[in-house]
């Protein structure tokens, strides 16, 4: 299943600080195939992570030790997704 991670900032400083950290992170869950896709919202409030996992407890596991939540520069809303196939018809 895929889950969508929400990830709002709320401090700026230390969102910079971390950042590198929160971008090391997503890149080794990639290579474990654990992200499907990740990237910042164009108005530099934040952005969101796409992960793959068994269940919502995973993903939230997953999510809540990102660097950029664990240290408290932003906030985490996590959504399981479900992506529509396209053609429809």
């Known amino acids: 299943m895929l889950y969508v991670a929400f990830l709002p900032i709320i ?3 230390l969102n910079a600080k ?41 993903a939230r596991k997953l999510a809540e030790a990102d660097p950029v939540v664990a240290e408290g520069a932003r906030t985490l809303e996590l959504r399981e997704w479900s992506p529509l196939e396209f053609p429809l018809s």
């Open 11 to 13: 401090d700026q400083e």
């Open 18 to 58: 971390v950042r590198p950290a929160h971008l090391e992170y997503l890149n080794e869950l990639y290579k474990q195939d654990k992200v499907f896709m990740a990237g910042p919202f164009t108005d530099k409030e934040g952005g969101l992570v796409i992960y793959k996992a068994a269940s919502l407890g995973d």
